[in-house]
T-cell receptor, first 111, second 118 residues
Framework: GESVGLHLPTLSVQEGDNSIINCAYS??????FIWYKQESGKGPQFIID?????DKRQGQRVTVLLNKTVKHLSLQIAATQPGDSAVYFC??????????FGAGTRLFVKA | DAGVIQSPRHEVTEMGQEVTLRCKPI?????LFWYRQTMMRGLELLIY????????DSGMPEDRFSAKMPNASFSTLKIQPSEPRDSAVYFC????????????????FGPGTRLTVL
């Protein structure tokens, strides 16, 4: 089955710096990937997604990179702000509307 | 739109009691998901419905757990009898099939119900 892991459980960055959160997945057939942000006391919130026919996708201050060769994706947050402090999950869509979530990386933004 | 609505937001009960969690999905969404989140196991999919029909309940941990969706705007997750190890945050999420809304399978999560079983 699919498993999703993260390289770091926590990440601390200075306000204004760029943040990079990494994620690895196991199933080479996976074709859809999503990043979610979860703030304290709230449910996960969609940030950005990417399909396997792409290797990069940009949103507002966020970029997702997908490397299918090594089964790795990353979320880059530009000019990190205090409001970016949260837990970030990568999720892998496994078909049939089922999504496997990674363990999460907690991002701390230092003022 | 009000988003996915869950109730109650917090539930404290004693071991052995029945617990019912409620969810109202976003109007027009055909898929509804129930997740459980714990520190140890992260976010786990319990069951999901399509057009009110349960499609995959392989994530339901035990027979003590049951879920229903009597209509397109309401679903329940019931635990009977509850045990301390059921303590977790339970999320409901809904989505529309690919090709509508944003053309993705994005799941929209509710605020969750924090369940504590003493």
């Amino acid at each position: 089955g699919e498993s999703v892991g993260l390289h770091l459980p926590t990440l601390s960055v200075q306000e204004g710096d760029n943040s990079i959160i990494n994620c690895a997945y196991s199933n080479s057939a996976s074709d859809y990937f999503i990043w979610y942000k979860q703030e304290s006391g709230k449910g996960p919130q969609f940030i950005i997604d990417i399909r396997s026919n792409m290797d990069k996708r940009q949103g507002q201050r966020v970029t997702v990179l997908l490397n299918k060769t090594v089964k790795h994706l990353s979320l880059q947050i530009a000019a990190t702000q205090p409001g970016d402090s949260a837990v970030y999950f990568c999720a892998v869509y496994t078909g049939g509307f089922k999504t496997i979530f990674g363990a999460g990386t907690r991002l701390f933004v230092k003022a | 739109d009000a988003g996915v609505i869950q109730s109650p937001r917090h539930e404290v009960t004693e071991m052995g009691q029945e617990v019912t969690l409620r969810c109202k999905p976003i109007s027009g969404h055909d898929y509804l998901f129930w997740y459980r989140q714990t520190m140890m196991r992260g976010l786990e999919l319990l069951i999901y419905f399509n057009n009110n029909v349960p499609i995959d309940d392989s994530g339901m941990p035990e027979d003590r757990f049951s879920a229903k969706m009597p209509n397109a705007s309401f679903s329940t997750l019931k635990i009977q009898p509850s045990e301390p190890r059921d303590s977790a945050v339970y999320f409901c999420a809904s989505s529309a099939p690919s090709g509508t809304l944003k053309g993705t399978d994005t799941q929209y999560f509710g605020p969750g119900t924090r369940l504590t079983v003493l």
